[in-house]
């Protein structure tokens, strides 16, 4: 054969194979044959409520995903691109047998299409997340069921309503009464072409049309027996509050007749270290009423507020600016059995795993001398279960497809008792042999609010309920000797988001220490905060070096985000955000809670956020030591300082979106030379431009007619100087 006709055939089928799965509309993509393999881009709109079904739609059409193996790593607002193979069932256009997923961000909302029954029930909407306005139940009488269908109707036209047995969150509850808005995903009924259902994932799709809540309620100035509650409405109302130590509300209510768009009302003669229920509801000057949902607060406690941090591994204290953590080499095993040898009335545990004989024999004794002691575990992973004497007071998680690991670790010692005799002993540890010997962090809060928000929870799990069985119920806020620290448990609190939030606070700097990191929509965000001058470190354990998350970071941040690989493993689950900076609202992130699908949507998991700058150079102590000890960083080298790096390169970037070339705006940069590359969500690079800036006014022209359509990170270097912007070509 021909040397150049071999060469134009091999091209061609390399332009074959590259374009064969090339991201297409979900409309391009409905339009192909069944059994084509296709590759689309667009937002989730359900998640664990209708069962492996996930709805994904763009600004082009919608498409069904039915896959049971990446299911629980899809929820409700993530942004993904999913290749695979189109199917047709039951009348219904499906996408199987998934080859690839990949979770570009999370919590991109989608608002739903607001349609009529006239116009709604049509293929133009099928699998888009719709609103019906103004419709009602024509039997309103009773609770919900599952797998059944219900008439819906606007006093003209009636419509189809299908409640599935997975949507746990309706199930059971009332059906509403009067004219509301229905949200829900438009589906085919009973599986035949032209016949459309509506289908609600909870509560939250039925409302009264009203002014809408602009922000969810916020807590704050909490003190032992008062707090302020505060929201905002989308359009002016009144404002009521409705509270009581149940869901019954059963203390009182406060009105506020005022028309506002920001509402705030004080809360008093409360009770110290107790847990109240409040709801919310606003009116327009139509008489129109929105509603909040249940939210759970807590008073402040008579607790010392005392807080703890033990590490089990040597800390570099050179870089303490606060004094020292506590550091307890091989004694972690001891000291909860010192906790637990104190214990004077009960001790409720929930741990994912532990075979230490020691930490089982403190247990037997504590339960032998009259505590009431009770014991959770993991399912698949406690080898000393049977060692314990707990009679009916010890049981494991439900095994099966729709529960992840009851991951937990975390004891309540005494949490009824004297207030300053209560203590919740958190972290990332499991008592094992190996587990103890592996970089770990323990925090233990004198504290007898959070002990009752942690008890909750162990309650929840105590009456049967795990994963996705649980609600989000707990308080999220609490004042612990003058520090706030907030609380979330998975999977039912939507964790992730909450990180996501703490990262988005950043003004200086963000450090993390991570043993399982696969959310690449929070490596996307600490790479948008470092786009915006915030500079970002992080370690991850040798196990996950080939996870996506990394390969996405390393290209912007090089050495200063590592794979820990001395000899031992890095247990952590911690960030620490402005720990270098006191005046920025240091925090520090810490639990349970890996930076993983299965942690965020199905594990049994909690998470603390402490909001001190002491704390936050503890941990750092303790990050900067885990940096020192690993062997290979690349280029650079470790930087004391993170502030040394604050310099912006970039100033602008334009346009963006661009389509052919954008315009590179850069800083002061005198005579040193720059390099600019383009990077792929992949880790690809590509040069751009290096040299000295010589064009008018240090900008620079970027042709990149080269390129295909997608989301692209601009790398700008200096000597041992980085900055990025994100850009969106568009074709």
Known sequence: ???????????????????????????????????????????????????????????????????????????????????????????????????????????????????????????????????????????????????????????????????????????????????????????????????????????DDFGIIGPGFGTSLAQTNIDTASFTV????????????YYGLTTGFEI?????????????????????????????????SAGDTSFSPIHAMSTKSLSTGNIKILFNKTIDSTVSTSGYPEVLLGAFDDTLIAYLDRAKYTVDIALYNFNSLNVVSAINDAYTRGVAVRLITDDGVSTTYNLLNLGGNKMKSPSGA????????????????????????????????????????????????IARGYLMEFEEMWAGNFGPDKTDDTPHEYLIGGIRVQNYFGPSDNTNEKIKDALGTADNEIHFAMYVFTRSDLANKILDMVSGGVNAWGIIEDSFASAYPYSLMKPVLDTQVVIFDPGYRLHHKYAIIDGQSPSMDPQVVTGSHNWSNAANNRNDENTVIIHNDTIANWYYQEWYQRYSEV???????????????????????????????????????????????????????????EGKVIEFKNRVKINLNAYPSGMYLLSARMNDEINFKRIMLIR
């Open 230 to 241: 505060g929201f905002t409405t989308l359009d002016s109302g009144t404002s009521v509050i």
């Open 252 to 284: 009182d209510t406060i009105v506020n007749n005022n028309m506002d768009l920001t509402h705030s009302v004080n809360l008093t003669g409360l009770s110290p270290a107790t847990i109240y229920y409040l709801k919310a509801t606003t009116t327009d």
């Open 1 to 203: 054969m021909h040397r150049f006709f071999r060469y134009t055939l091999l091209m061609c089928l390399i332009a074959f194979l590259n374009n064969a799965n090339a991201q297409v509309s979900i409309a391009t993509a409905r339009a192909q044959s069944v059994g084509s393999t296709v590759t689309i881009r667009g937002v989730v709109t359900n998640g664990t409520e209708m069962g492996f079904n996930r709805y994904i739609q763009d600004g082009t059409a919608a498409l069904t995903i039915y896959d049971n193996v990446y299911a629980d790593s899809i929820k409700r607002w993530d942004s993904i691109e999913i290749t695979g193979e189109l199917s047709f069932w039951n009348n219904v256009l499906e996408i199987i047998n998934v080859s690839s997923l990949i979770i570009i961000d999370s919590n991109i909302i989608k608002q739903p299409a607001i349609v009529t029954f006239s116009t709604g029930y049509d293929t133009l909407y099928e699998n888009v997340l719709v609103q019906f306005n103004t419709v009602h139940f024509q039997d309103s009488t009773g609770s919900f069921s599952g797998g059944t269908e219900y008439t819906i109707d606007n006093d003209t036209i009636t419509g189809s309503l299908y409640v599935q047995s997975t949507a746990a969150a309706i199930v059971g509850s009332p059906i509403p009464q009067g004219d509301i808005y229905i949200r829900g995903i438009l589906t085919h009924y009973p599986f035949a072409a032209g016949q459309y259902q509506i289908q609600p994932r909870d509560m």
């Open 402 to 449: 729709n529960y992840g690991l009851m991951h937990h670790k975390f004891f309540i010692f005494d949490v009824n008792g004297h207030p300053d005799s209560v203590f919740l002993l958190t972290g990332s540890v499991n008592f094992t042999g190996q587990n103890l010997s592996e970089a770990n962090n323990i925090v233990i809060f004198q504290d007898q609010s």
């Open 631 to 689: 062997q290979y960083k690349g280029s650079w080298t470790l930087i004391k300082t993170p502030n040394e790096l604050s310099t912006r390169i970039i100033e602008n970037v334009y346009p963006n979106p661009t389509g052919d070339f954008i315009f590179v705006d850069l800083g002061e940069t005198g005579q040193e030379t720059i390099t600019l590359e383009l990077v792929d969500l992949l880790g690809n690079r590509s040069l751009l431009y």
